[in-house]
C-alpha cells in the first residue's frame, strides 16, 4: 500500500512539474478558459513523457502551472562615441621614444604616432578613418639614417680560461 502512495504521488509531482502531459486531464481538450478563465493564456512546456495521444501536451492544451515571469525585452542603447588620448615614452636610458595621439566623434578617427627606429630615423605616421574613405595612413621619416660601425674582430693567439684560442 505504501507503494502505491509513493506512486502516485511521484506520477502527481510529474503532472504538475509538466514532465507528463496526461490525456482526458481538465485542461487536457482545450478547456482552459472554461474551466480556468484567469489561466488560459499560459503557455504549455516543451518538454514531456507525452503520454497523451504520444504528444507533448494532450491536444496542445496548456497546464496548470504558475506563470513564469517574463523577461523584459533588451533595449539597445546607442550613444556617440567620443574621446581623445594622448601617450608618450621618452626613456634615455634606453633611448625609446614614441608618441601617439587619437580623437574620435562618431564614426570619425584622426590621429598621429611616432617613433625612432633603431637606424635613428623617426618614423611619423599620419592616419585617419571614416565610413566614406576608409582607413588611410601617411608615414613619413625625419632624419638621416646612422649605422654605427662594426666592432673590429680581433684573432689573437694564446689562452684564454683555459682553451687554445686560434
Given at each position: 500500500?505504501?507503494?502505491k502512495?509513493?506512486?502516485?504521488?511521484?506520477?502527481?509531482?510529474?503532472?504538475?512539474?509538466?514532465?507528463?502531459?496526461?490525456?482526458?486531464?481538465?485542461?487536457?481538450?482545450?478547456?482552459?478558459?472554461?474551466?480556468?478563465?484567469?489561466?488560459?493564456?499560459?503557455?504549455?512546456?516543451?518538454?514531456?513523457?507525452?503520454?497523451?495521444?504520444g504528444?507533448?501536451v494532450?491536444?496542445?492544451?496548456?497546464l496548470?502551472?504558475?506563470?513564469?515571469?517574463?523577461?523584459?525585452?533588451?533595449?539597445?542603447?546607442?550613444?556617440?562615441?567620443?574621446?581623445?588620448?594622448?601617450?608618450g615614452?621618452?626613456?634615455?636610458?634606453?633611448?625609446?621614444?614614441?608618441?601617439?595621439?587619437?580623437?574620435?566623434?562618431?564614426?570619425?578617427?584622426?590621429g598621429?604616432?611616432?617613433?625612432?627606429?633603431?637606424d635613428?630615423?623617426?618614423?611619423?605616421v599620419?592616419?585617419s578613418?571614416?565610413?566614406?574613405n576608409?582607413?588611410?595612413?601617411?608615414?613619413s621619416?625625419?632624419?638621416?639614417?646612422?649605422?654605427?660601425?662594426?666592432?673590429?674582430?680581433v684573432v689573437?693567439?694564446?689562452?684564454?680560461?683555459?682553451?687554445?684560442?686560434?
Open positions: 500500500m505504501f507503494a502512495l509513493v506512486l502516485a504521488c511521484a506520477l502527481f509531482c510529474a503532472v504538475s512539474a509538466g514532465l507528463i502531459a496526461p490525456h482526458g486531464a481538465l485542461l487536457g481538450h482545450g478547456l482552459a478558459g472554461a474551466y480556468a478563465p484567469g489561466l488560459a493564456g499560459l503557455a504549455a512546456p516543451a518538454y514531456g513523457l507525452g503520454l497523451g495521444h504528444a507533448v494532450a491536444h496542445g492544451a496548456p496548470l502551472r504558475a506563470p513564469l515571469a517574463h523577461a523584459a525585452a533588451p533595449v539597445e542603447i546607442y550613444s556617440h562615441p567620443r574621446y581623445t588620448f594622448n601617450y615614452v621618452a626613456d634615455g636610458h634606453t633611448g625609446d621614444q614614441k608618441s601617439q595621439w587619437e580623437a574620435r566623434d562618431g564614426d570619425v578617427v584622426k598621429q604616432y611616432s617613433l625612432v627606429e633603431p635613428g630615423t623617426v618614423r611619423t599620419n592616419y578613418a571614416d565610413d566614406h576608409g582607413f588611410n595612413a601617411v608615414v621619416r625625419q632624419g638621416h639614417a646612422a649605422h654605427p660601425a662594426a666592432a673590429p674582430v689573437g693567439h694564446g689562452l684564454a680560461h683555459g682553451h687554445l684560442l686560434g
